[in-house]
């Protein structure tokens, strides 16, 4: 059964403005939350992880889709920015959950974000969502993370978006192509570790897919075949027409943006499976991370 309304917190992001056009697109009415007054009928205003918000805005709806927090790619992770990473993320989430447990079994299902990060550096390995949480900062913030949404109750679905890299030029390519462009591109660290990836069409698809099978618990949103650090970035230099000789090693990496981010974010090793997607009869439109490089360049 198509869904008639459903509710975006962090509708303005890459992730949640691209999900309202498709919704939209469809016929299917999208509240969004936003922490200004409200422009239209179509928002409402909310303070997340200050005041309470109104389990009536909530009532209704066949899900409320939690896109929250603040930018992993801005660099460098200062003391200061972690707590920014972490309140932007688990202070709105929190205030969802407390609403959705208010109504209960008449709540809509909560479909809330998280990242593949929750793995952690694990060469070597296959991850599926049964697979356990690994070490470091993000790993342990994608937990906090996972854990206020689960606060909804036993009375809510919740499913947990663990989202890979997405090959968009608003996202892991933002950087990537400029530095390819200068002619400045080449493999990072060693660059055989493997990058869990997904491009931004799958990504909206996927969690339309998630709310119309009603799918609960989490869900890897990572494309089906393995790419390695070093093959994106050959191939994005390859439509890019530029050389990619240059290589960055673990140090110089370590150095330039600090060895948190630098091992979670560029270094971290981890074959990430879409094991309940696959299960669940998704089709992927890029079954490759070329695919998905060159529709996002073709765009």
């Known amino acids: 059964m198509t869904p008639t309304r459903i509710i975006i917190s962090g509708a303005s992001g890459l992730i949640g403005s691209a999900l309202r056009t498709s919704l939209e697109a469809d016929g299917i009415q999208v509240t969004s939350l936003v922490r200004r007054p409200p422009r239209n009928s179509d928002e409402v205003s909310w303070d997340p992880g200050r005041s309470p918000l109104d389990p009536d805005v909530l009532a209704g709806a066949a899900a409320v889709v939690n896109l929250n927090g603040a930018s992993i790619g801005r660099l460098p992770w200062t003391t200061k920015y972690r707590e920014i990473l972490r309140s932007s993320r688990l202070g ?124 609960t618990g989490p869900v890897n949103l990572a494309g089906p075949t393995p790419a390695s650090a070093q093959a994106i970035g050959h191939h994005l230099a390859k439509r890019l027409h530029r050389p990619y000789l240059l290589p960055a090693p673990t140090w110089a990496l370590r150095l330039a943006i600090g060895r948190e981010a630098a091992n979670s974010l560029l270094l971290a090793d981890a074959t990430v499976v879409p094991e309940v997607l696959s299960r669940t009869g998704f089709q992927f439109t890029a079954q490759t991370a070329r695919q998905a490089i060159d529709t996002a360049l073709q765009r």
């Not at 593949?116 to 470091?136: C, F, H, K, V």
Request: aromatic residues 6%; charged residues 25%; glycine residues 10%.
């Open 92 to 215: 709105p989430t929190r205030t969802l959950a407390d609403a959705l447990r208010e109504l209960g079994d008449e709540a809509p299902m909560l479909v809330s974000a998280s990242a593949t990060g929750i793995y952690g550096n694990r060469p070597g390995e296959t991850l599926t969502e049964t697979s356990p949480a690994g070490d470091g900062f993000l790993a342990r913030l994608c937990v906090d993370w996972e854990t206020e949404a689960l606060k909804a109750g036993p009375d809510v679905k919740v499913a947990l978006l663990r989202t890979a890299s997405l090959l968009h030029p608003e996202a892991v390519l933002k950087p990537l192509i400029p530095l390819t462009r200068f002619g400045v591109s080449g493999p990072l660290g060693g660059g055989r570790q493997i990058w869990p990836w997904f491009s931004l069409d799958d990504e909206v698809r996927a969690i339309r897919h998630i709310i119309d099978h009603h799918i």
